[in-house]
């Protein structure tokens, strides 16, 4: 039943405007925005909040009407009530009398799935849990070597050449690299499974095609791990008292890895330009007044990874910010514009460290589940290549930047940079922008106070390059002085890597320290 018109009370009156689909505000040229088409996103949201104040009616694609929520407040009461608004977009009044066609560009994001992020009530609490469960059984000292270990992986690639493509050779690398681990997959992480990902986010012709071969990834991983369950998500996932079907756990595995790879990968390249691109920015990392991590909550204020979120829907006729929501109508949960409101911002580029209120990972019971997974992957990650490359530098001019910008989100193309070249590292071991070779004589690292001894060599090694040998020093090569260890004695400190088991000194150490 349509709800009888509210009587007006005063010319200002917001309350008043008609809702989006409403003729008195137009669908073509001269009447709403259409929000696929703005050339700049950021300016358009904040002349609708000039406008129309924390709410704004827009349009998609094919002229479908939508509220856009800019308010930060706003925001947070749409996904924190669900007695409201719902991720049901079954119920949304351009599905259902046939304005969204079944080829809309928006369908993959908009239709509705039974998965945790469509879900509510019971069904919502029992999948959702699930994914939540399966979750916490990630060990984070773990995690955090194996995002180091794919960082040196990955920077080892590009190290010596002294030029890369961050955004292709490692931003967009990495967060899959890590998640294939996580999930229990990592034969399966290569190029093809990158590529597979960016495309079908990127909705182009071959999507579908992308998409079946994750969830041909995805679904036999759930076979091998139902018949042989390992320390895994998957095999975690599988395991809880929800008792999802290789179908459920296949949909749940693909938002996991998607959505924390989409996410993290737009984390890191935005938080690296930055770096390359901001002089204060990376002065305040350098001279310690900000730590990565720092870095990265305010990259999520500013630059969030997704822009908004498709979408919510009002389950009953309701009020927010001032506009009259109609049962059915659509609204965007708007990121970017509600973390630059100024009732909570005093400038679009305020400081915002020690604020974690930001709507990067949005709120309520649809909040992000694997946020502190994208955190950890782009806190060590950074981290990890500003050690490795502390002169990387931008090798191009900023205004060359490029980006693809859609409603959902901003990815940058390209980011080019220049540095030192430097050797390879283990990739097991602690990252260093100064490059230490492993000399003959000397293992990688030592314990205490102990010694290794040369080796016998039928040939004198050169003298290290301007600095002469002391007076009664031994040549490399010779024997031992009386009362000295020979090479390889007891007090010899075994090379990392030189089939020398560890001490439990040392392993203890390689634990604590996550290398």
């Known amino acids: 039943m349509t709800p009888e018109p ?12 008609p809702p989006p689909g409403c003729p008195a505000h137009g669908t073509g040229p001269g009447g709403l925005h259409r929000l696929h088409e703005a050339r700049d996103l950021r300016a358009l949201y904040e002349q609708l909040r000039e406008q129309y104040g924390p709410v704004a009616p827009v349009l998609l694609h094919d002229d479908v009407p939508m509220w856009v929520v800019l308010g930060h407040a706003e925001n947070l009461h749409m996904v924190s009530t669900p007695s409201q608004f719902t991720k049901d977009s079954r119920i949304w009044t351009p599905l259902r009398d046939g304005t969204v066609k079944p080829d809309h560009p928006l369908m993959p ?3 509705w799935q039974p998965i945790c992020a469509h879900a509510e009530g019971e069904e919502l609490r029992r999948l959702r849990g699930a994914v939540q469960g399966a979750l916490e059984f990630i060990d984070f000292r773990a995690l955090r070597r194996h995002i180091g270990r794919a960082t040196q992986r990955l920077v080892n690639r590009f190290c010596e050449t002294g030029r890369a493509d961050l955004v292709a050779q490692f931003t967009e690398h990495l967060p899959m690299a890590v998640m294939c681990q996580v999930l229990g997959m990592p034969e399966e992480y290569n190029d093809r499974i990158v590529q597979a990902a960016r495309d079908m986010l990127k909705g182009t012709e071959t999507a579908i095609a992308s998409n079946e071969y994750i969830m041909d990834c995805l679904l036999r991983l759930t076979v091998r791990r139902r018949a042989r369950p390992e320390d895994d998500l998957t095999s975690h996932l599988i395991d809880q008292p929800a008792g999802l079907t290789d179908e459920e756990v296949g949909q749940h595995l693909r938002v996991v890895l998607i959505g924390t790879y989409e996410a993290t990968a737009n984390l890191l390249a935005n938080t690296v330009r930055r770096v390359l691109t901001e002089p204060g920015f990376r002065a305040q990392l350098n001279g310690g007044q900000m730590t990565v991590p720092e870095a990265v909550e305010q990259s999520l204020w500013d630059e969030p990874p997704f822009s908004t979120i498709f979408g919510y829907f009002a389950k009953q006729e309701t009020e927010l910010g001032g506009r ?5 109508d659509g609204l965007l949960l708007g990121i970017a514009p509600g973390n630059a409101d ?27 589940p694997g946020q ?18 502390p002169d990387v530098r931008l090798d191009c001019d900023e205004a060359e930047l490029r980006w693809t910008e859609s409603i959902a989100s901003r990815h940058l193309l ?30 990688a690292w030592e314990i205490g106070a102990a010694r290794q001894r040369p080796a016998p060599s039928p040939e004198p090694s050169p003298a290290r390059s301007g600095v002469s040998q002391p ?9 031992p002085a009386a009362g000295e260890p020979a090479a390889g004695g007891p007090d010899t400190a075994p090379a990392v890597g030189a089939g020398c088991p560890l001490g439990a000194w040392q392993r203890l150490l390689r634990w604590w320290r996550g290398y």
Not at 6 to 17: I, R, V
Not at 344 to 368: I, K, W, Y
Not at 416 to 432: A, G, I, L, N, W
């Open 414 to 443: 390209e980011l080019p940079v220049r540095f030192t070249p430097r050797p390879q590292q283990d990739e097991r071991s602690k990252p260093s922008h100064a490059p230490q070779p492993v000399a003959p004589s000397r293992p």
């Open 342 to 368: 100024p009732r909570v911002r005093p400038g679009p580029t305020a400081d915002m460290q020690g604020n974690r209120s930001h709507l990067a990972f949005g709120g309520g019971p649809h909040e992000c």
């Open 471 to 479: 007076a009664g020093a031994a040549e490399p090569g010779a024997a």
């Open 6 to 17: 509210h009587s007006p009370t005063g010319p200002d009156d917001l309350a008043l405007d």
């Open 372 to 389: 502190d997974v994208g955190r950890a992957i782009a806190d060590v990650g950074v981290d990890m290549l500003l050690t490795r490359l």
């Open 109 to 111: 994001h908009i239709a």
């Open 324 to 328: 009259r929501i109609r049962r059915g």
